[in-house]
């Protein structure tokens, strides 16, 4: 099992920059494909941008392409988003997901992923 803990979320204004981390304990990401997914207030949660576990693949929303950009840090057990140049409709609640290792994913479906985070609020403010 792992749990995944998200942080670095808060109160920006737009054009402004946020870098959410999302660290995993109780076991390696260093095999999982991870994502981030947001959901806003009276909208179904909504893929964000997914890495592979080499980090050698990205995928990004199309919104947010140019804009954000995934990474992760395995030594350190942690994937990164940053948030650059953020918009009003940025404003959500931040997820990060993680799926069990050695598999396969569809990495823009979320129930493919079998573990998630408690979420971290975003606002973006203009």
């Known amino acids: 099992q792992v749990q995944l803990v998200e942080s670095g979320g808060g109160l920006v204004q737009a054009g402004g920059s946020l870098r959410l981390s999302c660290a995993a304990s109780?076991?390696?990401?260093?095999?999982?494909?991870t994502g981030w997914f947001r959901q806003a207030p009276g909208k179904e949660r909504e893929f964000v941008a997914a890495?592979?576990?080499?980090?050698?693949?990205?995928y990004y929303e199309d919104s947010v392409k140019g804009r954000f950009t995934i990474s992760r840090d395995n030594a350190k057990n942690t994937v990164y988003l940053q948030m650059n140049s953020l918009k009003p409709e940025d404003t959500a609640v931040y997820y990060c997901?993680?799926?069990?290792?050695?598999?396969?994913?569809?990495?823009?479906?979320?129930?493919?992923?079998?573990?998630w985070g408690q979420g971290t609020q975003v606002t973006v403010s203009s």
């Open positions: 109780g076991r390696s990401l260093s095999r999982s494909a």
């Open positions: 890495i592979s576990w080499s980090g050698g693949n990205t």
């Open positions: 997901a993680a799926r069990r290792p050695y598999t396969v994913i569809t990495y823009t479906v979320a129930y493919e992923y079998d573990y």
